[in-house]
């Protein structure tokens, strides 16, 4: 061989070492997260399926071994997140949740939210809430939700319900 067949050679493998770990890295098992993009069409998506009134479709969002935690109270698997779902739906019918913002933290996507609804489903109060809270999502390989931790002033809630004014507290 001459030191142009050498080199060449050298750069072929050199390139099948690169085809080789690529075809690795996209073949391992690490969950991969989803690009930012994907992430606010995903959250608009969201807040349309709690606003939806059709827990099922919100569900379809969630991981069949996911999770919806509200305030440390966990939903686990995707039909407990369903009916999840369905009682705030029940009881809120006239629900909606718009997203506020969305932001990356500590490798998870930060989900903020206001939340508006009159409790006039089954044994309902009759008033109107307007809360804010935020959920922090993981999202599995399948760019699903595997866990979503969410969070709201529960006093300022039952406050609400009440029909308490803010200085009754």
């Known amino acids: 061989m001459n030191g142009g067949s050498i080199t060449r050679s050298m750069r072929f493998s050199g390139c099948?070492?690169?085809i080789l770990f690529a075809t690795l890295i996209a073949c391992s098992k690490e969950k991969?997260?989803?690009p930012?993009?994907?992430r606010t069409s995903f959250a608009a998506r969201y807040a349309a399926a709690w606003s939806g009134k059709d827990p099922v479709a919100f569900?379809?969002?969630d991981d069949e071994a996911g999770s919806l935690i509200v305030n440390g109270s966990a939903s686990a698997g995707r039909a407990a997140i369903v009916e999840t779902a369905r009682s705030y739906m029940a009881a809120f019918p006239d629900m909606v949740v718009r997203m506020d913002s969305l932001r990356e933290e500590s490798g998870a996507t930060v989900f903020h939210w206001t939340w508006?609804?009159?409790n006039t489903g089954p044994g309902g109060?009759?008033?109107a809430v307007n809360l804010n809270g935020y959920e922090r999502w993981t999202f599995g390989a399948n760019g699903l939700l595997m866990k979503s931790d969410g969070h709201f002033d529960n006093d300022e809630y039952q406050r609400q319900l009440k029909g308490e004014s803010p200085a009754s507290r």
């Open 32 to 34: 991969t997260p989803v």
């Open 36 to 38: 930012s993009e994907d």
């Open 59 to 61: 569900g379809a969002l």
């Open 125 to 127: 109060t009759g008033k």
């Open 16 to 18: 099948v070492a690169a």
């Open 116 to 118: 508006t609804g009159t």
